[in-house]
Nanobody, 126 residues
Framework: QVRLVESGGGLVQAGGSLRLSCTAS????????MGWFRQAPGKERDFVAGISRGVTTDYADSVKGRFTISRDNAENTVYLQMNSLKPEDTAVYYCAADFMWIAGAVRREAGEYDYWGQGTQVTVSS
């Protein structure tokens, strides 16, 4: 069982920045691709960004160029740097872990992820 704990959410004005962190309890964190998803009220949980076990990254079109995902395997932590935030970025953000045999792969489907954090609220005011 992998426990994921997110932090870094909050209230920010449009155009501002936030950095989310997600720390895993698992010593074999490096065996997992990691993803960030978000869910706004009344909407489905959507893929935001993912990073493979290595350095391959993937982003939703809506955040490309504004958000950056990274990981620090020594700290068992994945980050999501969010810049130029917009009101439509308001949502609960979840990190998730996807056990992967392939080092360079990252997936967008929420159903493929094995473990989830509890979520952290991000609110962007206009």
């Amino acid at each position: 069982q992998v426990r994921l704990v997110e932090s870094g959410g909050g209230l920010v004005q449009a155009g501002g920045s936030l950095r989310l962190s997600c720390t895993a309890s698992e010593r074999t964190f490096s065996n997992y691709a990691m993803g960030w998803f978000r869910q706004a009220p009344g909407k489905e949980r959507d893929f935001v960004a993912g990073i493979s076990r290595g350095v391959t990254t993937d982003y939703a079109d809506s955040v490309k160029g504004r958000f950056t995902i990274s990981r620090d395997n020594a700290e068992n932590t994945v980050y999501l740097q969010m810049n130029s935030l917009k009101p439509e970025d308001t949502a609960v953000y979840y990190c998730a872990a996807d056990f992967m045999w392939i080092a360079g792969a990252v997936r967008r489907e929420a159903g493929e992820y094995d473990y989830w954090g509890q979520g952290t609220q991000v609110t962007v005011s206009s």
